[in-house]
């Protein structure tokens, strides 16, 4: 599985962005996806994550009631909108597919299979 995350960029305190990213391969349907960030000087830390079903999510604490994951496996993309940004979300976010059964959400990032290269987010206050 290949991964293409997008749709970064540089965004007012208090905005909002939509992230994708897009699987190319087989067998897309059947992996959990997760999205994660890395600030400068800190280690990645998990964002979010989607059952491959879509029936089952995942937040950090950080992220909970801000943002949202969701998938569409017919068009092999999974999203992340992140709303009521803070400066402290800057960061580079990844996303990343996971073989896991239909009801599990990893939230380690040992147990993501594949990667994506990452889009920057930087949010200005």
């Known amino acids: 599985v290949q991964l293409q995350a997008y749709g970064g960029g540089l965004v007012q305190a208090g905005g909002s962005l939509r992230l994708s990213c897009a699987a190319s391969?087989?067998?897309?349907?059947?992996?959990?996806m997760g999205w994660f960030r890395q600030a400068p000087g800190k280690e990645r830390e998990f964002v979010a994550g989607i059952s491959w079903s879509g029936g089952v999510t995942n937040y950090a604490d950080s992220g909970k009631g801000r943002f949202t994951i969701s998938r569409d496996n017919a068009k092999n993309t999974v999203y992340l909108q992140v709303n009521s940004l803070k400066s402290e979300d800057t960061a580079v976010y990844y996303c990343?597919?996971?073989?896991?059964?239909?009801?599990?959400?990893?939230?380690?990032?040992?147990?993501?299979?594949?990667w994506g290269q990452g889009t920057l987010v930087t949010v200005s206050s």
């Open positions: 391969g087989r067998s897309f349907s059947t992996y959990a």
């Open positions: 990343a597919a996971a073989l896991s059964g239909a009801f599990i959400v990893p939230d380690k990032t040992e147990k993501y299979n594949y």
